[in-house]
């Protein structure tokens, strides 16, 4: 196996994109990531691409294709990766493991999603049609309701209070207002959504006991990456990424089946194989992108994961430890909770974030200073596919 | 679509596990034959949130969902006949029925419920 470098990131801003078609908001990112790796007028060898609701959303499938030729890239190898929310990272995954094996040199991973293609009760049961079938889906389940029913037994089981959550979504929002790639930039008033007489008016409990403010958004967003061979990262003369460790592990299809779904086993799973490879611990790791979908869900990932032992990853939160300057700065980019979450451009964002750090290019207001390992989680269904990465900084 | 008359876990016939819902093979032992069981009576219920952004096919304001644990380490999502969450509490006992739990196709499909009983 050669070590991977990523020598291109780039992103369009996430929000409400009404004005592109998501074969724009690809190209675009993509072009920003070929034009950052300093590939110029070069191709590349293959293109993956990350992309969840072409077909329910967009009545559009195979999308890779479609974007190698937007590109001018053929006649580049090309997929369209579906893997939910998890996308993201595993179109990461298979460029890592392509070029990894030698068979290629280089490759542009790029996702992306346009959600807003429809109103938000079909978005919902866009998003709720990965849960099972039979088991979930017809009960009416979606997302946000899987979240209620975690956070309600992480809640009992650890202590983790409304306030923790609050902790979250003021410091997500807070970075995300600093950010110009993010779907949210107005940092929270802590009176208007949490202590005033507004507070239940502008932050209704929608799945019991999260709150609006603990979810995502519905976001349209692209963010992409450019992979390559060491080699050819070393003749840039800057300073690169390399993929120091990679794990991914699955868990049940259902929360139910779950021995106790407070577990999150395939978190802690990907994570220890992708220490393992890395030959780190969690205590190296200096900026770190996690799967922030629920508020709720940071918490228990920083914990899984290995920042913070269990039940103490809510006062970590509010006591500042995870926030920029802190012990271990998550989610500076404002997560999927302020940056947005289009499905299946998010693996691909939170990598390109950590890059970002990585090489030292954010301003002081968002750069962790002097970071040299970062790590992402990303998630998908409830919890049953999830993928981390850790990279690592390569001077030139 | 398959109308499911009752609510059907899957017991491994080699190791005895329990299954719900149905997976080709035994999680501990991988064994491929199952024996159909049909949980029924009360449960304890473990978790429950109310959904107020429901899916299209839903016509009601907000959705109330649980998970409960029946005799026989079976677990189970269902819907809970309840005003509001205040009427629960994780731990308590729900009497579970298999009834319409949405209209689909112009037909209602079944599925679990849970009444609470205290
Ligand atoms: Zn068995």
Redesign the interface.
Do not use: C, K, N
């Given at each position: 196996m050669r070590d991977v470098a990523i020598i291109g990131a780039g992103m369009i801003p996430f929000g409400r994109r009404d004005e592109d078609t998501l074969m724009d908001m690809l190209a675009c990112a993509s072009l920003n990531a070929l034009d950052d790796a300093g590939l110029g007028d070069q191709l590349v060898d293959a293109v993956y691409v990350a992309n969840v609701g072409g077909g329910m959303l967009q009545r559009q499938t195979a999308i890779a294709s479609s974007l190698a030729d937007r590109l001018s890239l053929l006649p580049a190898a090309a997929e369209t990766i579906e893997n939910g929310p998890a996308s993201g990272a595993s179109a990461v995954k298979n460029g890592l493991l392509a070029i990894a094996s030698g068979y290629y040199d280089t490759a542009l991973v790029v996702g992306g999603e346009k959600m807003h293609e429809v109103d938000?009760?079909?978005a919902?049961?866009f998003v709720?049609a990965m849960t099972?079938p039979?088991?979930?889906y017809?009960?009416?389940?979606?997302m946000?309701?899987l979240g209620?029913?975690?956070?309600?037994?992480y809640m009992?089981k650890y202590g983790v209070t409304r306030e923790h959550l609050h902790a979250v979504t003021l410091k997500n929002h807070a970075m995300g207002a600093l950010n110009p790639y993010a779907n949210f930039k107005k940092p929270l008033n802590d009176k208007d959504i949490f202590d005033g007489p507004q507070a239940l008016v502008n932050n209704?409990?929608?799945?019991?006991?999260?709150r609006l403010y603990d979810l995502c958004p519905i976001s349209d967003g692209a963010a992409a990456l450019v992979l390559s061979t060491v080699d050819i990262a070393k003749k840039s003369g800057r300073p690169y990424v390399v993929i120091a460790g990679f794990g991914q592990a699955t868990d049940?299809?259902?929360?139910?089946?779950r021995a106790d779904?407070t577990e999150l086993k395939a978190v802690s799973l990907s994570a220890r194989k992708a220490f393992a490879m890395a030959n780190l611990k969690p205590s190296d790791i200096h900026v770190a992108e996690l799967h922030d979908a629920f508020t709720i869900l940071e918490i228990a990932e920083s914990e899984r994961i290995g920042f913070f032992n269990e039940g103490e990853g809510g006062d970590a939160v509010s006591s500042g430890k995870t926030r920029l300057g802190g012990q271990i700065p998550i989610n500076v980019s404002g997560g999927l909770k302020a940056r947005g979450h289009p499905m299946g451009a998010t693996g691909v964002a939170q990598i390109v974030d950590i890059v970002w750090q990585l090489r030292h290019e954010l301003p002081e207001n968002r750069q962790v200073k002097n970071a040299e390992i970062g790590l992402t989680i990303n998630f998908g269904g409830f919890a049953n596919n999830v993928l981390c990465f850790i990279l690592r900084r390569v001077e030139a | 679509m398959k109308t499911v008359s009752a609510f059907i876990a899957y017991q491994c016939k080699r190791c005895g596990r329990m299954h719900y819902p149905f997976h080709d093979r035994c999680m501990d032992c991988k064994g491929r034959e199952f024996e159909e069981v049909k949980p029924q009576g009360n449960a304890k219920l473990l978790t429950y949130t109310a959904i107020f952004s429901l899916p299209c096919g839903f016509d009601q304001r907000f959705l109330i969902l649980g998970v409960a644990e029946f005799e026989g380490n079976v677990k189970a999502l269902g819907q809970v006949k309840a005003d509001s969450v205040d009427q629960l509490k994780v731990g308590m006992i729900v009497k579970s029925s298999w009834e319409p739990i949405r209209f689909q196709s112009g037909e209602d499909v079944y599925g679990l419920k849970f009444e609470p009983l205290e």
């Open positions: 938000s009760h079909h919902t049961d709720s099972h039979q088991a979930e017809l009960y009416g389940i979606t946000p309701g209620g029913l975690f956070a309600r037994l009992e209704p409990i929608l799945a019991d006991p999260l049940t299809h259902t929360l139910a089946e779904p | -």
